[in-house]
């Protein structure tokens, strides 16, 4: 059989309109399989997307280390003791710890008064002061509207800029005002905006992130009389390293270096943000595989429906089949035919299923845009073309195969027999 044989296509869509709602509802099984493959697919998207999102852009490779009391008294010290990390150890971990490739040690301000610690002429406000070196832009990132982030220089020189979060500048600036090069006052101190950021991040996180104000660690240090303390640290590793190596090594170097006992597993706390991400995405990834499993289930549920219906069509065509065999027609032609008469029937409604389904989900983004109502937990619900091909692939497949059993019924029935009035 030729497939672009107009005869013969004609014969098929007469054959599906013969009986419309027999051809309607099983085509409707195949529809609904994909349909419900691809909304599925996009709300684990969506899903997906919703919690990524307020991560922002931040290293998943990934430690962040602070200090605590330690749990085990050691080499005459007390149980319960408390100690800070410090410059040095900062220059330690670099230094013995090759598989570290960012690490930035961090500090927050305070308020003297408990209440308000930022002023600007008549403008006063309560904001998260973070003492931070460069590297924490490369670690957490925040998207940089104006100016600059922090450098080194600032850190070396101990200048005092300041690189401000959105809701700093609407708080403490007019309306379109330029803040680059404008002076906030910060525990009685001037400091001269240098940027000004917005968080990547979403909801709560973002509004904490956009109340911050970076100055140089440094800096914070000598204005909040810290000495050489270190708050904590945030460390990611190297891209061919997972941070499961460095963690271990960073918490054996700082319990040495502050005489703790190796064995106190509280004394130094830790988030190791690659173990957490790592069971998100494998909680996720196991959301796929339970929608390909029911989206599949249901598609070849309904390509079965195509496979019974070919074969009562082939019953119903027995004696047109016989006539065909008896004039000469190869096996083969038979063969074909049925498989052309499955897969389209399949290929049509997968079609639909297929560009319904994907309509749907830009219906729905389109909506959850336009009203704002996108939450947290789910954003932009949509199907990678490559899932899609592969459904699509799948179908086709299927439809190969929903023709072959009434195709060898078909072949297997004698000429003589087949132009019989029954068989």
């Known amino acids: 059989m030729k497939i672009f044989d107009l005869d013969k296509w004609h014969e098929i869509y007469f054959a599906l309109r013969k009986n419309p709602w027999r ?5 409707f099984g195949v529809f609904w399989g994909i349909f419900m493959l691809i909304i599925m697919m996009g709300a684990g998207e969506g899903l997906y997307n919703g919690a990524s999102r307020d991560l922002g852009d931040m290293s998943t490779n990934s430690v962040f280390m602070w200090t605590r009391n330690t749990t085990i008294p050691y080499k005459g010290f007390p149980r319960g003791r408390y100690y800070r990390f410090n410059n040095d150890d900062t220059k330690a971990l670099l230094d013995n710890i090759p598989e570290i490739k960012y690490i930035a040690p961090r500090l927050q301000g305070w308020s003297r008064d408990g209440n308000n610690n930022v002023v600007r002429d008549e403008r006063t406000g309560s904001f998260n002061i973070q003492g931070d070196y460069p590297e924490i832009n490369l670690i957490d990132p925040v998207k ?8 080194h220089n600032d850190i070396d020189n101990l200048r005092k800029v300041a690189v401000i979060g959105l809701n700093v500048y609407q708080e403490m600036f007019e309306t379109d005002e330029d ?7 910060i525990q009685g101190v001037y400091f001269q905006v240098v940027g000004m950021f917005q968080s990547k991040k979403n909801d709560q996180q973002a509004e ?3 109340q911050a104000i970076f100055i140089p660690f440094t800096t914070l240090q000598k204005v909040y009389n810290y000495g050489d303390m270190v708050g904590w640290y945030s460390i990611t590793a190297r891209d061919d390293v997972h941070v499961e190596v460095v963690e271990p090594k960073a918490k054996e170097l700082l ?16 988030f190791n943000f690659d173990k957490e991400w790592s069971k998100m995405t494998n909680l996720f990834s196991g959301i796929n595989i339970l929608i390909w499993i029911v989206g599949v289930g249901t598609l070849l549920a309904g390509v079965i429906g195509v496979s019974n219906i070919m074969l009562i069509v082939v019953k119903e065509r027995t004696q047109e089949i016989g006539i065909q065999r008896a004039i000469g ?16 029937l399949t290929a049509i409604a997968g079609y639909f299923g297929l560009a319904i389904g994907v309509g ?4 729905v983004n389109f909506g959850l845009q336009s009203s704002g109502a996108e939450s947290n937990m789910f954003m932009n619900p949509s199907v990678d073309f490559t899932k899609a091909m592969w459904a699509l692939t799948i179908l086709v497949i299927s439809g190969i195969f929903a023709g072959l059993i009434p195709a060898s019924r078909a072949i297997s029935i004698k000429p003589i027999d087949a132009l019989r009035d029954e068989v």
């Open 23 to 27: 051809t309607f509802f099983t085509a």
């Open 208 to 210: 904490r992130d956009n």
């Open 179 to 185: 803040p680059i090069g404008e002076y906030i006052r």
């Open 255 to 270: 319990k040495q270096r502050h005489s703790i006992h190796p064995d106190d597993e509280r004394a130094v706390g830790s």
């Open 329 to 344: 027609a190869p096996p083969v032609q038979i063969i074909t035919q049925i498989i052309v008469e499955s897969v389209f």
């Open 360 to 363: 749907l989900l830009e219906l």
């Open 144 to 151: 940089i509207t104006k100016g600059r982030f922090i450098n």
